[in-house]
């Protein structure tokens, strides 16, 4: 089955009690049984429901798994993940990272004794050198959030497999639609399923796809031991969401492109961070291992100072001011103070994350609306 019959059709089945074409929203907490333990295989909604079961189906056909589960967020899917280790274990992880997954590592889980290594994964060789006898996970971002940094998933996976390590990688940016790191020798793939896969900015939920039947038996005992659960209306509007994912990537696609070479040739631009630029520092790893170059993009425009960027970002109409990314309207934000303000100031600083960085989530708008927005927003 193709990507896009997928979208539809992957891992569903009509549901039997009345022959749904839609998977229905089985909102109860609980299920009678015929006697105690004797059931149609629900008992209770923490552990398993109907409509996350057919949610946890999609997502492996997605990513060509095994194995789907589901959370109530992106940062309770890193959680559990995390929840695979013990004190003492470390992580390495490139030191551009979303911020919310940068708090819940130094703020939550340095504090129970997991140490984290942040390093830029460009130069395998830097991944190399920090791995030792503690080290049992490499984790990666690609592209990453902000800078959309791009890392050769193949390549860290071989150093992962040579060293005995799982190897995460956090899709959500590309999508499924763009990139399938488990085909590349990724062990888990982690996405924010509030954003591409359910692509309307009404849902918050987490998801993680694997092939290893025992890493995956933990993580489903983790989601019923910790219970951060998506609930039946959440795992609902993914699943239709789910369904236009192949056309919504390609749209965001084509109008990322044409947003990222107007921008490129403006000259009170500085600079402009999109893979399918070909001055992107890994642009041929982009081309090599994505099927196109998504909908993200930043950029910063010369010589401004926070203050400016900040009035330039209200100047703005159509894209609007807010977190998250992903949806089908076009987004814009400032990372240094939304969604990495988590990360110290001479950290994020490091990794490119300045006062002037704009980061975009390119809609499926009108592109000549889009780019006649940024136009009307310079001085």
């Given at each position: ?128 050198l920090l791995i030792n006898q503690k080290t049992k996970i490499i984790w990666a971002e690609t592209p990453t959030n902000p800078m959309i940094n791009v890392f050769d998933i193949s390549g860290l996976a071989e150093i992962s497999k040579s060293n005995n390590l799982l190897f995460v990688v956090d899709n959500t940016f ?206």
């Amino acid at each position: 089955m193709k990507f896009n019959t997928k979208t539809i059709h992957g891992g569903q089945i009509i549901d039997p009690a009345y022959n749904s074409v839609m998977t229905p929203i089985y909102q109860t907490s609980t299920y009678a049984q015929d006697s105690p333990g004797i059931n149609k295989g629900f008992e209770y909604s923490r552990t398993h429901n109907p409509t996350r079961t057919a949610l946890q189906n999609a997502f492996a056909s997605l990513e060509n798994a095994k194995y789907g589960v589901a959370f109530s967020s992106g940062l309770a899917a890193v959680d559990a993940i995390i929840k695979l280790l013990k004190p003492g274990d470390e992580v390495i992880s490139t030191n551009d990272l979303y911020g919310g997954t940068y708090r819940l590592f130094t703020k939550i889980f340095e504090k129970y004794g997991v140490k984290f290594h942040f390093t830029s994964m460009h130069n395998l060789e830097d991944v190399k050198l920090l791995i030792n006898q503690k080290t049992k996970i490499i984790w990666a971002e690609t592209p990453t959030n902000p800078m959309i940094n791009v890392f050769d998933i193949s390549g860290l996976a071989e150093i992962s497999k040579s060293n005995n390590l799982l190897f995460v990688v956090d899709n959500t940016f590309a999508s499924p639609y763009l990139q399938n790191p488990l085909e590349m020798g990724a062990d888990v793939v982690m996405h924010s399923a509030t954003k591409y896969l359910a692509g309307h900015s009404d849902v918050v939920l987490g998801a993680l796809m694997l092939n290893d039947e025992e890493v995956a038996e933990k993580l489903y005992f983790t989601q019923n031991a910790s219970g951060a659960v998506p609930g039946p209306q959440d795992c609902f509007l993914t699943l239709r969401g789910i369904k236009t994912l192949h056309v919504r990537m390609q749209r965001h696609c084509e109008n990322a492109s044409k947003v990222a070479h107007f921008l490129n040739s403006n000259q009170m631009v500085e600079k402009v961070y999109w893979p399918g630029l070909e001055t992107h520092f890994n642009h041929e790893v982009a081309k090599r291992q994505m099927r196109n170059f998504g909908g993200m993009l930043s950029f910063r425009i010369k010589g401004y100072t926070k203050d400016q960027t900040i009035k330039f970002l209200e100047r703005l109409h159509l894209f609007t001011l807010a977190e998250s990314l992903g949806g089908v309207e076009s987004l814009c934000g400032h990372p240094a103070t939304m969604t990495h303000a988590s990360i110290p100031r001479e950290e994020r600083e490091k990794s490119g994350v300045t006062d002037s960085l704009i980061r975009l989530s390119v809609g499926i708008e009108d592109s000549d609306d889009l780019i006649e927005d940024l136009q009307n927003a310079f001085l």
